[in-house]
């Protein structure tokens, strides 16, 4: 536990704890393990077996319009199964995923692609700073380890890299990477931003890490997860990736105007001071 204390960074501490969003976990925190589906149905038992189901206490699948046989299996394996009437993109996905936890209770909620890509034997390791209080969001880091040698294209470890940077600089952090699909939030984390004015594409991760950083009062960490890249394994390709990119830096753009005061942006703000403020 030490090694996972020592990668939580404190971003600030300007949200209070009080009622609405306490602190404090309980003693027997609720773990619920969400995943954005669409066409999963190769890898999603192989997903579902790597799952430490002696600590999470329940699964939600929230199914794209696949075209496959995901929303079946999923059936099978007894999750909870969600299923769009048509595509909402993965960050409208995302949206249903953490309404969804947040309806059953979840103190935790864990955000895992059900494409294997990512080891969920490490979900333990990934929450336990949540669950002792010293992490809001913690981030399954494939930086910390080498991908390369699990396969990552050298563009996609390159393109990385620089978002990566630029983030750091103007988020002020020192994380290794932002842009995975294994992270864990808390229930005040999710319950103050406002994560329902993000993006319906990819780039929603991103705004969402914006949010927190902007907010404040949340403290962020990661841990090393290997990662496998394989033919069943989901993947942006390149022109989707070049897309994300652009996206990525309109996200720090919009962050840094809103900092320095030239536009505010609403989705930047805590749910509860965009109650009291109106919109900007």
């Not at 995923?97 to 990512?118: F, I, K, N, S």
Request: overall charge negative; hydrophobic content about 40%.
């Amino acid at each position: 536990m030490t090694g996972i204390a020592r990668a939580v960074t404190i971003v600030g501490s300007s949200v209070a704890c009080d009622a609405r969003y306490p602190c404090a976990m309980p003693e027997q925190p609720r773990v619920a393990i969400v995943m954005p589906a669409y066409n999963a149905a190769r890898t999603l038992e192989r997903t579902y077996a790597d799952i430490p189901h002696d600590l999470v206490h329940h699964i939600i699948l929230v199914d794209d319009v696949s075209r496959d046989e995901t929303v079946d299996i999923a059936r099978q394996l007894g999750l909870e199964v969600v299923v769009h009437r048509q595509n909402l993109g993965y960050g409208g996905n995302q949206k249903t995923c953490y309404d969804r936890a947040l309806e059953w209770g979840a103190d935790v909620v864990v955000m895992l692609h059900p494409d294997y890509q990512y080891d969920a034997t490490r979900i333990p390791q990934l929450v336990a700073p949540i669950i002792s209080g010293d992490a809001d969001l913690m981030l399954g880091s494939r930086f910390l380890g080498d991908p390369l040698a699990g396969g990552m294209p050298s563009w996609k470890y390159v393109s990385n890299r620089f978002l990566t940077g630029v983030e750091n600089l103007a988020f002020g952090l020192h994380l290794s990477e932002y842009h995975t699909g294994l992270r864990a939030y808390s229930r005040r984390l999710l319950e103050t931003i406002p994560y329902d004015l993000n993006s319906d594409d990819f780039v929603f991760d991103q705004e969402l890490i914006a949010q927190v950083v902007a907010v404040g009062g949340m403290r962020i960490g990661e841990i090393a997860v290997p990662t496998r890249y394989f033919d069943e394994a989901s993947s942006v390709n390149f022109k989707r990736s070049v897309v994300y990119g652009l996206s990525t830096l309109r996200v720090v753009a919009s962050y840094l105007l809103h900092r320095l005061g030239v536009r505010r942006s609403e989705k930047l703000q805590a749910r509860a001071s965009r109650g009291e403020s109106g919109a900007a």
